[in-house]
């Protein structure tokens, strides 16, 4: 039997397409069913290249038995998260109240009112470490849905209620300033992992964001300290095993301190957000580890998630086949040195086991080893490495690949947007520009309406249901503002501009608040808003430093003063929770910079131009935008009533409504900037 799923578009609902569980999929219709029959809501959420999520529907889901437990009791809902955020935070924040802990699959049981009364993660098919099974809870919650209806739903009317009243009462209290970015400095070097890089103990996430604000706090005030903890970060992750020495591109996150093992899955919005702090960072030291990275990460993305539309696919799974039939976690990027001696000989296995750091007893599962990078090659190697590296990818490429999520989701597809112009540009690769080019044509062309509302996913380039939600409008904005400077074309400006036009209409909340779901969306049991960064930036951060660029462009005083409205939850959690808040600390670097306005006048095929416009892209001041044109043109607000300077090219520098004189020379520009 095919349930409802057959026709969604995303790859994890048609995952469960043929499951005997009678999957809905989250629609007004399923809580009519649920009403009509009176039986509770199983929803179910996940994503496509989540382990547990597979081993949870391999168990359970496609179990006859318990699939007919499911199915007379209950209404079965299948969401994917990465398509519904706003479904998934609101019970995600129910679940966590609850339990104090979280994580994918979730599984709620909820009235037919959507409210939640009964909430776990992964339940296994009979009961082990303490958990009950699957079947058990299932019987238990149809149990109490029969004897104790009463008290189901005073639980769920508490916890609703709960809900309600956690809005967030941040901002209003002033921007962050000096004083609470140096305490964000403080908190994140108390937390900081001296040996082996990073922040916190195991599992270690890149911390991406935060990253991005060490950076800029340097350019802003020279600490080295902060230079220090990015750099070594970076370096840590790029030798360790959560990076792929051999295709480019980072996994999700380490399972241990050290970056050795990796959760294996990799997705869009880490690569894109990793590629740019690379990029950033070769910036403001010049390192050649940092240039490559940023490089093969770029080339991972276009080669691996690109998708034949021109955009980019969501993730790649954690598991694959292992050669013998079986889905085994990270079985496409672990080596023995059996398997290397297979490809490269005995006397070129010996030198890549010790290059890649590849032992006997293995590093990772059944005496395999994930490849790491404890030291460069000597000069004397470098063209054997190479010659090595090639053939083992080689031979990865015959293996069986991880499944790709392709799905285009436009927060994500922004994001690498903002990577892909800016490493092109710097490292005068016009393809990477044309890739992130071809994207944002997409985002356009499909999940664009006439009015600039933005759905959230496409498929095969056919636009989803879902509508955008903050982040999207935030992130696809950011990624045309980084394509606006790169190419000179102010139409990427303008359509930025369309969609923060739409940010400050209706996502807004008072006291300088964002909500994450627009003020005419779905209603759920509660109107999410979270300021958070996690795995990206938040839709609140993200909005804040998207509006504040653009400000920076136009001049407007709206978005400038939604910006400011935006970082006051900065000031309250910045010096509090520095970690989660990474974003937004590099927002608030890029408000205390100014930032920095730069226009480059002169004609584009003059050389003088292109290398103001080159010093101009190489600026390490936070949050700096870049107008670059003919004097007057019609593409940017900043290029207006800026001549030439003695008939030749000149860029013009302001910060904080005052300008510099114009400047002609290059050398003079970089100091500036």
């Known amino acids: 039997m095919a349930n409802r799923l057959a026709h969604e578009t995303s790859p994890y609902l048609l995952q469960h397409a043929d499951n005997p569980v009678d999957w809905w999929p989250w629609s007004a219709e399923a809580f009519e069913e649920a009403r009509r029959r009176d039986v509770p809501v199983l929803l179910s959420v996940g994503y496509s290249s989540c382990h547990w999520c597979h081993v949870m529907a391999h168990e359970s889901f496609e179990d006859d038995a318990t699939a007919a437990l499911v199915n007379e009791n209950f209404v079965a809902v299948k969401v994917d998260r990465e398509e519904r955020p706003d479904v998934d935070a609101v019970y995600m924040e129910a679940v966590q109240a609850a339990t104090g802990q979280g994580g994918w699959p979730m599984t709620v049981f909820l009235t037919p009112d959507a409210a939640p009364f009964y909430f776990g993660t992964y339940f296994p098919p009979e009961p082990r470490h303490g958990m009950p099974s699957f079947p058990e809870v299932l019987e238990g919650v149809k149990g109490a849905w029969a004897d104790r209806r009463d008290e189901v739903g005073e639980v769920a009317e508490r916890i609703v209620k709960d809900l309600a009243g956690r809005s967030l009462a941040y901002g209003g209290d002033g921007v962050p300033g000096e004083e609470e970015l140096a305490q964000a400095l403080l908190g994140l070097t108390r937390e900081y992992d001296a040996t082996r890089g990073g922040f916190g103990g195991a599992p270690k996430f890149p911390p991406s964001m935060v990253l991005e604000f060490l950076l800029r706090h340097h350019a802003r005030t020279g600490s080295e300290g902060a230079l220090q903890m990015a750099a070594d970060t970076c370096e840590a992750m790029a030798r360790g095993g959560i990076y792929d020495q051999l295709g480019g591109g980072f996994a999700r996150y380490a399972v241990d301190r050290a970056w050795v093992v990796p959760h294996f899955e990799k997705m869009l919005y880490d690569n894109a957000l990793l590629c740019r702090v690379y990029a950033h960072l070769w910036k403001a030291t010049g390192s050649d580890l940092a240039r490559r990275v940023a490089l093969e990460t770029a080339d991972f993305l276009v080669r691996e998630l690109r998708t034949p539309e ?40 010996a030198l890549a086991a010790a290059h890649y750091g590849v032992t006997e007893d293995g590093t990772f599962e059944h005496g395999s080893s994930v490849l790491q990078l404890p030291q460069e090659a000597g000069p004397a190697d470098a063209d054997r490495i190479a010659s090595i590296a090639a053939r083992l990818l080689a031979a990865r490429e015959e293996r069986e690949r991880p499944g790709r999520d392709d799905k285009v989701v436009a927060a994500w597809n922004g994001l690498a947007i903002a990577a892909l112009a800016e490493t092109g540009a710097l490292f005068d690769r016009p393809d990477l520009v044309e890739r992130a080019t071809e994207a944002a044509d997409l985002l356009v062309r499909v999940h664009m309406d006439e009015s600039a509302r933005l759905t959230r996913t496409s498929k095969d380039g056919r636009a989803g249901t879902n509508d955008g939600v903050l982040e999207d409008y935030a992130d696809v904005a950011e990624g045309f503002l980084a394509l606006a400077a790169v190419t000179g074309e102010g139409a990427w400006l303008d359509f930025a501009g369309f969609l923060l036009d739409l940010v400050l209409d209706r996502f807004t909340a008072e006291g300088g608040a964002f909500y994450d779901t627009a003020h005419d969306a779905e209603a759920l049991i509660r109107r999410p808003q979270d300021p958070t960064d996690n795995a990206a930036p938040s839709g609140w951060t993200a909005a804040a430093g998207a509006l504040l660029s653009y400000a920076a462009h136009t001049g407007s005083d709206a978005h400038r003063a939604a910006a400011e409205g935006g970082l006051g939850v900065v000031k309250a959690l910045g010096p509090r929770a520095p970690r989660f808040i990474g974003w937004g600390l590099a927002v608030s670097e890029a408000l205390l910079d100014g930032p920095r306005e730069i226009a480059v006048v002169g004609a584009p095929g003059d050389a003088v131009f292109q290398e103001l416009r080159r010093t101009a892209l190489l600026a390490t001041a936070p949050g700096a935008v870049l107008a670059s044109g003919a004097p007057d043109s019609e593409e940017f607000p900043l290029l207006k009533d800026r001549p030439l300077v003695a008939g030749g090219p000149a860029a013009y520098v302001c910060r904080h409504f005052t300008c510099d004189a114009p400047v002609t020379d290059p050398e003079a520009l970089r100091r500036k900037l």
């Open 310 to 349: 021109g955009g980019f696919a969501s993730a790649l799974d954690a598991d694959s086949d292992d050669g013998t039939g079986r889905h085994v976690e990270g079985a496409y990027y672990a080596w023995t040195p059996d398997q290397l001696t297979e490809v490269l000989g005995a006397e070129d296995a």
